[in-house]
């Protein structure tokens, strides 16, 4: 079905729709995965955006209940420049296609998808318009500049949970008592009781919190300091997330009552709202980082990990103060901040997606940091 794409700055490209008719929006970036397009999809973090997969022929593996990130389709539309029609993988259960259709998200091929990522490195990820329906260039490009910038966007509150949850054997269990109660666990002792506040968090963030011995309670992001308390959790995890940081002041409000109280680990959303707790200032990357294959240096080992990653907006690292910050972390194709701790707190944080899904697991140890600081 043919199908225009307009950015917000006047450019257009000729595509066509795999999903049948319709029309999106939202902000338009690029991924340098080359597998891992369900986990891409599913993943919380891209809540507001349509991605381009720069690795041209998706779909060839089809899709399945296991490789999810969240319990529905986050992005707004999928684009890639060949799509697969017939999978072939033992453990498919149905065609990407069926996938997006099911959930009312657009799929888009015959895109110059080299031509597209050029461009968003050149200009900057930006706004754009997709239709079935408004083929009118001029049309579509107004259409593009008139929707809210990722800028100022609190996405948290759209994705996080509206009710607490255990994770419990690789899948969320609802709660059976009232989380404002340290009686709450049921494994205290015998694991490191752990609050996860969900500000977009990936199941695999999950269960690899639960593979290195953490009963975890999920809490909504708008969940306050003394809830927290009352709970007397051993640690604390702060999750990934879309959207701006600044615009997510409850929580960083509520970071601030609990530092100090007990171990803290962030990672992506969650690396930036304790970095505004502390003091520090976030700004928007141009085109942010997005993909399996992000070259991290760690700055404490001399070692290079190779990370995932999926961010728009960084901490900036001049703004946070040597006497009390140590950088852990920094990525070797820009220098921006991957990575802190704090001198005086027990706080850490990452950028970056140590639990992977998709990538490769090159810092799978710092989930072991956090429960060795708990201890």
Not at 64 to 92: C, G, K, L, M, W
Not at 128 to 157: H, N
Not at 165 to 189: E, F, L, Q
Request: aromatic share 10%; charged share 20%.
């Amino acid at each position: 079905m043919k199908t225009l794409l307009a950015l917000e700055d006047g450019r257009t490209f000729d595509c066509r729709s795999f999903t049948g008719p319709g029309e999106t929006s939202g902000e338009i970036v690029f991924n340098t995965s080359m597998t891992g397009y369900q986990e891409v999809l599913t993943d919380p973090s891209y809540k507001g955006q349509m991605v381009t997969m720069t690795y041209p022929l998706i779909g060839n593996y089809g899709v399945n209940p296991e490789d999810t990130e969240s319990d529905r389709i986050q992005v707004s539309a999928f684009i890639v420049r060949e799509y697969q029609h017939f999978p072939s993988n033992f453990r498919a259960s149905a065609t990407l296609e069926d996938y997006l259709k099911k959930q009312g998200i657009m799929g888009i091929e015959e895109l110059d998808t080299r031509a597209l990522t050029r461009h968003i490195r050149n200009a900057g990820a930006m706004r754009a318009f997709i239709s079935t329906e408004d083929l009118d260039p001029v049309s579509l490009v107004k259409r593009a500049g008139e929707i809210p910038s990722m800028v100022g966007q609190d996405l948290a509150r759209q994705v996080t949970t509206s009710v607490p949850y255990y994770w419990t054997d690789g899948k969320p269990v609802p709660c059976d008592a009232s989380v404002s109660d340290k009686m709450i666990w049921k494994h205290r002792g015998k694991k490191h009781a752990v609050v996860a506040f969900d500000f977009g968090i990936k199941y695999n963030i999950l269960r690899c919190l639960e593979s290195a011995g953490c009963e975890i309670i999920v809490v909504p992001a708008s969940t306050g300091a003394d809830t927290i308390k009352a709970m007397s959790p051993d640690g604390i995890f702060l999750s990934n997330g879309p959207g701006d940081p600044e615009p997510v002041t409850y929580a960083v409000e509520t970071i601030q009552s609990l530092l100090g109280y007990c171990p803290m680990f962030g990672i992506c959303l969650g690396h930036q709202i304790l970095g505004l707790a502390l003091g520090g200032k976030t700004f928007k990357l141009k085109f942010g980082h997005r993909g399996a294959n992000q070259p991290v240096k760690n700055l404490l080992t001399g070692k290079i990990e190779i990370t995932s990653q999926n961010h728009g907006f960084a901490v900036d690292r001049d703004s946070l103060d040597k006497k009390d910050f140590e950088i852990t972390h920094i990525n070797l194709n820009d220098n921006t901040l991957e990575g802190f701790r704090h001198r005086k707190y027990p706080v850490f944080a990452v950028q970056y997606h140590p639990e992977a899904s998709p990538g490769p697991h090159d810092a799978n140890y710092l989930f072991d940091e956090f429960t060795n600081l708990m201890k």
